[in-house]
Structures are given as C-alpha cells and as structure tokens.
C-alpha cells in the first residue's frame, strides 16, 4: 500500500449514498486504501447487493435520512467512526424543471433528501466522529454556473456549500469540506434528458 492511501489504516469510514453512484466510488476507494467501510442508503435491497459487490471489509444498512429517528438509530447503531462522506439525493422531483413548471411539493421533497437529509446525517454523526474525523458533503457545479431550468438544483449546491462553511466552524477541529461535483455519469445521471447532459 503506497503512502496516500495508508491514512486509512485502520480507520472507519462511512458513506451516505455508498449503495450506488459516486457514493459506491467513494466507498470502493475507502475500501482499497485499508479503510472498514459501512454503507448506508435508503433501500435494504440495494445495501445488500452493494456490499456484497463490495466484498471484505465492508457492511452496510438502511437508513431513510428524511427520517430524523432512523438516522440517528443508524449512527447509535454504528458507534465510534472517523470520517462521513454523504453522498445521498434524490434526483426526481423538480430538479431539473424551469420555475415556471416546477411542482414546489416534489421540490420540499427532493430537499429533505440532499440538504436536510444532510444536516440529519452532520447533526447524529458529530456525536460520535474522531476528533481529528472528517465530514464531506456533495454539491455541485451548478451553484457557480447555473444553467437554465434548474433553478432548484443550483440553490440546492449553494444551500450545500454554505451549511458546509458553517459547520467547519462548529464542528472545529472536526474538519468539514464540500466537493463540489460537476455531472458524473452514474446509473441516475444516465437517466436525465439530453439537454441536461
């Protein structure tokens, strides 16, 4: 093992989001740089079948993060880690849809998931993340070149980034960061229209 990936040594990883997309990535590379790995996602199914993909060294279960209780069983249940990677979103809904057209409640609901889906998973995880842990959330381009038509998804990146700034600081010296993604073909991503690609 080369000297970046031995960091991981030993060390918890857990990912948010991990059962599939940028999120099994995530979990993959952990994985491979010597890291145990637990996965958490929305679909009992879906765990199974990605820890299984996953092989030694990673175990997983489900967690609705628009469901304050069953986030905070999921990291009561978990224990003692060092670094959270949340991944998860959901991309149905308005996310792509001009205000004009957009269906406010599908746009509550895709929120719950990507921003307050967030804070749920930030809120139960500090509680039992090393001192010298990590936490990093998922954004996106969008929040510094909107396009049109996705109004939502441009302030769901920025909303992102800014809950980002204000944890770093209340989290000290847990470290928080932001990746901000630009379009990554995943199975979901594959599945929006041309124009958005």
């Not at 998922?138 to 302030?155: D, V």
């Not at 847990?174 to 901000?180: I, Q, T």
Request: with cysteine; aromatic share 6%.
């Amino acid at each position: 093992m080369s000297a970046s990936t031995a960091s991981l040594d030993g060390k918890t990883v857990v990912v948010i989001g991990g059962a599939s997309g940028v999120g099994f990535a995530v979990a993959q590379a952990a994985r491979d740089a010597g890291a145990r790995v637990t996965i958490g996602s929305s679909q009992p199914a879906n765990v199974e079948a990605a820890v299984a993909r996953l092989g030694g060294g990673v175990t997983g279960s489900a967690v609705d993060v628009g469901e304050e209780a069953s986030v905070a069983a999921f990291f009561e249940q978990l224990g003692p880690f060092d670094h959270l990677a949340f991944t998860a979103g959901d991309w149905g809904g308005s996310f792509f849809d001009p205000v004009r057209d957009m269906d406010l409640v599908a746009a509550q609901a895709g929120l719950k998931v990507w921003f307050w889906g967030a804070l749920a998973a930030v809120k139960y995880g500090c509680r039992t993340i090393a001192r010298d842990g990590s936490i990093t959330l998922t954004g996106g381009m969008l929040a510094h070149r909107p396009m049109k038509g996705a109004p939502l998804t441009t302030a769901g990146a920025g909303a992102t980034e800014f809950l980002t700034l204000g944890l770093a600081v209340d989290l000290a010296p847990v470290r928080v960061n932001a990746v901000c993604l630009g379009i990554v073909l995943t199975e979901r991503t594959k599945t929006l229209p041309a124009d958005v690609l």
